[in-house]
């Protein structure tokens, strides 16, 4: 879901986070965390003051294992 036209900038940055993706179709970027009504509704009208599933997105995880 993409927040952005909603004017809602969460605490933690999206760019950073794992399951913030680009969308070749779309040509943008987006959340693909599925959210219920309840969730979504909490989080665009700012009932929420940060992303609660916010999940840092480390591309070298598994190279860290390694060394």
């Known amino acids: 879901m993409d927040f952005s036209k909603y004017g809602v ?4 940055s999206c760019d950073s986070c794992e399951y913030y993706q680009y ?3 779309t040509d943008s970027y987006s959340c693909t965390l599925s959210l219920d009504e309840d969730e979504a509704e ?3 009208l700012g009932g929420q ?9 480390d591309e070298y995880k598994s190279v860290h294992k390694q060394i």
């Open 49 to 57: 003051k940060g992303c609660h599933y916010y999940k840092y997105y």
């Open 9 to 12: 900038t969460p605490i933690a």
């Open 42 to 44: 909490r989080f665009i």
């Open 23 to 25: 969308d070749e179709y």
